[in-house]
């Protein structure tokens, strides 16, 4: 009977913890909102420098 309760006392555990830190919950908004890689700054500033690096190698040659 004791290892019955523990089973269930670790399961409501596991459930608690899964659904606080788990996976996101539908309806429920995201703490940062997804950003499509042409709206990111971060994306578009690493496609310049990519690009500029780029043109002065191909300078270069």
Request: charged share 30%.
């Amino acid at each position: 009977m004791l290892y019955l309760l523990a089973a269930i006392g670790a399961l409501t555990v596991a459930v608690v913890l899964w659904r606080t830190f788990g996976a996101p919950r539908p309806g429920v908004p995201s703490s940062q909102p997804r950003v499509a890689p042409d709206d990111d700054p971060d994306f578009l500033r690493g496609l310049s420098e990519q690009h500029r690096k780029r043109s002065r190698d191909d300078d270069e040659k």
